[in-house]
């Protein structure tokens, strides 16, 4: 659950899904079967369940969702991939006292982080 | 299972996001509109369009952009686009002599609409001969009216048709909206050519009708100098059976009239009541039909359709034809006619 950043934001990930679409009409013929149209597809959707600490990384994830721009999620196992940041939800924790980052304060608050990001290649 | 993949290419834009192309028999002009992010193009910029699959593509579509809009917060730039002949349904003809206006006497059909489109810029002619002359005996005027609106009029007098191809060519033909035999001894008929044949496996969707709301038994013209010629029919054609019966009620006649002082001879205004005559004078079979892209396919041409579904088997004229390319896949919706 280490060394997991996001523009360079330290988030505790739980949790990630790729997701990757391709466009296809599916068309159906009076005879002989479907007929499939390929029209391209979309680039890669990631979605990221994260522990977030502190109001300073969380408003700077917050922050992220008016820029325009895109940034690296950066993973134990190297980049992820450049992403913007479609959506991002935030569900404060029940905590007393937080030892994910022994930077911080132990009674910083711990936020439970959905984060939706769109590949920007 | 038929796997294609879509493949488009659009003067100036680079990655459309949807196409969509409509023409129709009646038209003045073929409309483009094209969804995009990233365009070069600006008003009076010439855009061709080509669609298809990664197999080939061709042309469906040549003309100028119109108008230009980008919708926020998204981005979309959506591109209208009309035919050539945009230029003459734009060009108002106007005199520098307001009580003479452009006189002419003693021409062919085809060469004032040639020179009436010369006017607006046009130079790409593909113009059979009419083998009617206008102003036989009187000069004419011809101001304040665009250089399509008089072409087209001139056209109707005579039952032909008068559009721009999809290669920017105007053409002026015997063109009748159903498929043609050649057997009617009328100047420019020619036998139409099937250009394609849609079966089962092309055909998404289709219904079939047919009605009389077009059908006109008598055909009027009031031409100059009192100049007056009708003909008439208590008969009329069904494309259908192949037969002439009557299909009105007995002593019930449509008519319709052709006013124009471009008539001013007795033998040329017989022959355009019985050229509108024998064009008008019949049911209209018609079959909406939404079918897979194909690029060939466009209005003004006949198809064979061939289907086990009761009624559409046979050759069709094209009224209209709508190519709709994008997320939804590449289709072709036509009106089909006969």
Known sequence: MSNWTYNSIRIFTDDLRDDKDQTIARLGPLAGGTTLHFYGWEDRITKVSCYVVGLTDKNALEALTETAASYVLMTPYGSWGSYSLKHASFQLLRAICQTLRPDLSPTSPVFKCDLELYRDI | ?338
């Open chain 2, 1 to 338: 299972m038929t796997d294609k993949i879509l493949a488009a290419t659009v003067t100036g834009i680079t990655n459309p996001i949807a196409i969509n192309v409509s023409q129709s028999h009646d038209s003045a002009v073929s409309m483009a509109n094209i969804q995009c992010i990233t365009s070069t193009l600006t008003i009076g910029d010439h855009v061709n369009v080509n669609l298809g699959y990664s197999t080939g593509t061709s042309k469906v579509f040549s003309g100028y952009v119109k108008a230009i809009e980008t919708k926020t917060p998204d981005g979309v730039i959506t591109i209208t686009a009309h035919d050539d002949m945009t230029r003459a349904v734009d060009y108002f003809i106007v005199s520098n002599d307001p009580v003479n206006g452009y006189q002419f006497q003693n021409i062919t059909a085809q060469a004032l609409i040639q020179t009436l489109m010369e006017m607006a810029g046009l130079y790409s002619f593909d113009l059979d001969n009419t083998h009617f002359t206008l102003g036989v005996n009187n000069a004419f005027s011809v101001n304040l009216v665009s250089s399509y609106d008089y072409s087209r009029m001139i056209a109707d007098l005579i039952a032909w048709m008068v559009w721009c191809d999809r290669n920017g060519i105007i053409t002026l033909k015997n063109r009748k909206p159903y498929p043609m035999t050649g057997t009617s001894g009328q100047p420019g008929d020619v036998a139409d050519s099937p250009i394609a044949t849609i079966t089962d496996t092309g055909l998404f969707d289709a219904s079939y009708g047919f009605n009389e709301k077009d059908l006109r038994n008598k055909v009027a013209i009031y031409g100059a100098e009192g100049l007056y010629k009708d003909a008439s029919s208590p008969n009329s054609y069904d494309p259908g059976t192949g037969t002439t019966y009557a299909i009105l009620p007995s002593g019930y006649y449509k008519a319709m009239v052709l006013a124009s002082p471009l008539i001013d001879d007795a033998t040329f205004a017989q022959n355009a009541c019985n050229y509108n005559l024998a064009m008008y004078n019949k049911l209209t079979y018609e079959v909406p039909v939404s079918a897979e892209g194909n690029p060939i396919l466009e209005a003004r041409k006949v198809i064979t359709v061939t289907s086990t579904k009761g009624g559409i088997s046979g050759n069709w004229y094209i009224f209209s034809c709508e190519h709709s390319w994008g997320k939804g896949g590449y289709t072709c919706n036509m009106v089909l006619r006969k």
